[in-house]
Each structure stands twice: as C-alpha cells, then as structure tokens.
C-alpha cells in the first residue's frame, strides 16, 4: 500500500507528465482523502528507524559517524533543474547549524522572494522533524503551504523517492515543477545560493560572493578541518557512547578551537577581508556553542565567551552587525531541540536556563 500511495501522489502532484497512471490522474483526490492516506501511510510502514533520533546508531567502538547527503542535484543554467524565481521551496529548523547556513546565505544574497521558506517545530520526535500541523505546540512553526496535508519532512523525501532509506534531514531544497527535492546537503546549497541566481538579481545582491575564486583554496582548505572538528566535533562529542570516543572528539575540537582563535586575532574574517562561506559555516557551530555545546555536548574544556575573546568578538560582530545572521538565529528554537529532542544524551527534556545572554553585547 505505502509504495502505492506514493505513486498516487506523484501522479496528483505532477500531473499529466505521471502517464503510466493515468487512471489515477482524474478526478483529483480531496485533501481530506490524501490526509487519510498519509495517516494510514505512517501507520503502516515503520521509517522510526530513519527518523527517531532516538534510535540513532553508534559505532562499535561507541563513535557517531554522520552519514551523507543523498540528494546532491544542482540548480543551472544547463540542467534540469533551472533558476528560476518561485519554483524552489526551502525547509529548514532555525534549531539546526547545517539549515541555519542556508538561511543566511539566502537573505545575503536578497533570496528571500525567490525561495519562500517553511520552518518545521523544534521538536524532533518518533517521526522526526514535524510542521505545525503535527506539533501545534509550538507556535513559531510553519505548516507546509506546498503540501497542506504533510505532517513531517519524512513525508517529503518519500514524495521525492518511494523507497528512500536515508535519514529525514534538514535542509531541504524543493523544486516544486519537478515534485522532488533537488538537494539536502547544506554545503552544496550554499553554493548554489550564492551564484545560480545572480542573473535574475539585482546588481548588488550579484556581486555579493561567499566563495570568491582568489581565496577558494584557502576556504577549501579552512571547511575540511573545521567541518570534521568542530561543526561535526561537537555531534562526535555529544553522541559519543564511549569516553575513548569523547575524548578522541573533544580535544581535537578545542585544538581547531585555539587555532582559530590564533586565525581571528584582529581581523573581522577567516579568509582575507571579506565575509566567505568560511565565517558562516562557523558562526552557526560557535553561536550554538555556549547555549548547547559546553553543557549538552560535554564541550566545556572552555566556553566562547570567555575562554575565546577573538572568537567571541568575531561571531558578535556577525550578529550584532549583519541582520542575516541575527534573524536566521532563534535561541529558543536551538536550545528547545537539543535538549528536547535528543533524549539519549538528555533523557529527562529539561533544557537548561542558561547562558544569560545568550549571547553577550557588542
């Protein structure tokens, strides 16, 4: 039944070019009718495994090993997925570093009425990221305006692919035309934000650029490190079930911690003078970093604010200073999910207070 329903959407959802059903294609089903199949369709098919962090996998040796991104299609000119204004959708949690990326890059480059953006609730349960309607508890949650009667971003990849058994991430970059995603990995999102839609923007969003080609292999050399250290260093950290495991992720992290507290010493960017992907591929592990990390993660070697003064001042600077920064960062979303959600690390769902302020004052 599972695999058949999801014929029957792709067919409703792109409509004659679904040929093989085409029986199926007149008369559209009701919306009451595909919310029925959803809720007998979750019912029936257990996808816990690929959605209930809770049941998340360890290593033998008790390590967390992230796994890839599956949908990895690129927005161009010469491919079938076209920049073109209105045909892509975003998903993404304002709790969650990798989405966060793509929500700033997205109000740098003037996105914001290219790609609308629909944010799912914080609470990260049995079935994974849910939109409002599946958690009306949380009010600073958007349900899905493409997909009325979807309950959770599940439910998107299995639109996209019938048979995915991957892991329900976010974010999520939806090509509306086409009813699938065209990419869930965040690097690569960024990159497509950053230069895909220059010819349909205006001259100053254009010329803004992340990842300009002088400095590429510096920032190439900059993401490996910082990727595998900290933005994943703190997960390796946190998840670890074994304290050889912690211990060989949390050294290592406070290790690119002083070397980036060395980079920083009395400039405004990692690479050169200019904002690059570089700065914000950091800032959402940093900004993140004394909210959750030190206590949730065990990262507590030392804090931001006070163990780091150049890092610390960079990221305020980011924040204070350039509103893509501050409006895609929501404290409450952030703290509520990892304390919330991630119950093998904090079984009781108490989040903590502090730090006050979450973040300090320029």
């Not at 595909?34 to 809770?54: E, F, V, Y």
């Not at 690059?276 to 030392?302: M, Q, S, W």
Request: proline content about 6%.
């Amino acid at each position: 039944m599972y695999g058949t329903f999801f014929m029957l959407i792709n067919v409703i959802s792109r409509g004659s070019r679904s040929k093989p059903l085409t029986a199926l294609s007149s008369p559209r089903p009701s919306p009451s009718f595909l919310h029925h199949c959803i809720r007998t369709m979750t019912s029936t098919k257990d996808a816990s495994g690929q959605s209930d962090i809770g049941k998340m996998r360890v290593e033998s040796d008790g390590s967390f090993k992230r796994a890839a991104s599956s949908f990895r299609d690129f927005i161009k000119n010469d491919g079938k997925f076209l920049p073109e204004k209105g045909r892509y959708h975003l998903y993404i949690s304002y709790s969650c570093p990798w989405a966060t990326r793509t929500l700033i890059v997205r109000k740098l480059k003037g996105l914001d009425d290219f790609i609308p953006v629909t944010a799912v609730s914080p609470h990260m349960g049995e079935h994974g990221w849910p939109f409002k309607n599946a958690d009306p508890s949380w009010q600073d949650a958007d349900d899905d305006v493409e997909h009325p009667n979807l309950q959770h971003i599940k439910d998107l990849y299995f639109l996209a692919d019938q048979n995915y058994g991957g892991r329900f991430t976010v974010p999520v970059l939806w090509d509306k035309k086409l009813g699938t995603i065209v990419n869930n990995e965040s690097s690569e999102i960024i990159r497509m934000f950053n230069t895909a839609f220059n010819h349909l923007l205006p001259a100053d969003k254009a010329a803004v650029d992340i990842y300009p080609e002088a400095h590429r292999q510096e920032i190439d050399s900059i993401n490996e490190w910082v990727y595998d250290t900290v933005n994943n260093g703190v997960y390796k950290a946190g998840f670890a079930a074994s304290q050889s495991a912690y211990e060989s992720a949390v050294y290592p992290l406070f290790k690119s911690l002083d070397r980036l507290e060395e980079m920083l010493k009395g400039k405004d960017y990692l690479v050169g003078n200019t904002l690059t992907e570089a700065d914000i591929r950091l800032f959402v592990t940093t900004i993140r970093f004394d909210p959750v990390y030190v206590g949730h993660f065990k990262c507590n070697l030392r804090d931001i604010r006070h163990g780091y003064p150049n890092i610390n001042l960079w990221m305020k600077k980011l924040y204070w200073n350039n509103d893509a920064f501050k409006s895609s960062t929501k404290f409450d979303h952030i703290k509520e999910h990892y304390y919330w959600s991630q119950i093998r690390v904090n079984p009781s769902r108490v989040v903590a207070a502090g730090p006050l302020p979450h973040i300090e004052a320029l």
